[in-house]
């Protein structure tokens, strides 16, 4: 039997069956038999289904190869990124404690060192009495060419350099005065009515902190000190010269005088001895 087909509204045909399997006809197709009046789909037909069947067999192993292989995997929801947060365990807080131990410990330490290692006074004067001699002997270098006269001038310097050694032992012991603050001391110098800091001692060490008023005090004890030197070598010159000079020359010289007057009365007849007449007026007076 032949069949038409209905195609975008339009009657066409009849067709054969295998002018239909040709025209790849689909299961929705409109056909309508030679005979008949109404357009069926193609699927209704007993005698079309074949070509169907046929078509689905042919159809089948290509479009198996036209499909790619798709491994099959499970689909796993993720989970919200709030529950997600949520779910994760809270980081924990840095505990500094172990931090502060260690830095409390590095500073006992460390204060300990220094009370054991913080200088004395006798090292702070150690170190300061070489300021104080190369001072105190440019002062007494100074003094040159005081009067003009070259024996005079090199005598004064010879006491000089014998007074200065003994000055800088003790300006070393009365400029020099040290603080102890347990874990370390300050050399201090007093002069113009305040004390000034000289040196600092840390750690088993002494540092000069300002030798410029070192130096100045050294100077000003020593020049206090000659001007006190040159008092008492004048008193003792002049007590000397009394007692060694004047006073064997004044003794002397009445001596001398007390000669020549005893001379000189008798010279002239007058001496101390009472005269005869005298005597025999003292004897009568006496008979009486």
Partial sequence: MEYYIKINEEKRG???LNELAERKLDETSL???TDGVEWIPANQIEELRTLFDSKD?????????DIPFVEARPIIQAAPQEATQQAQPAPKKKSHTGCLIGILLTLVVLVAVMVVTCPKTEQHKEVLSTVITTTVNDA??????LTGNTFIDNAFKTVSNAFAGKVIETAVDNLVTVDNYVVCSLGKVHYDGKDHIVSLGVFGHIFTVD???LQEAAEQYYKKEEINM???LKKKAQKMLQENIIAPATSAIEGLLGSAMDGLLDEIGLDNQPSRHSKK??????SI
């Fill in 31 to 33: 056909v309508m038999p």
């Fill in 211 to 213: 030798e410029d008023d």
């Fill in 140 to 145: 007494v270098n100074d003094n040159d060419n």
């Fill in 57 to 65: 067999s042919t159809d089948n192993p290509v479009k198996t190869e």
């Fill in 281 to 286: 007026k003292t004897v009568e007076a006496d």
């Fill in 230 to 232: 040159k008092e008492q």
């Fill in 14 to 16: 009849p067709y054969s």
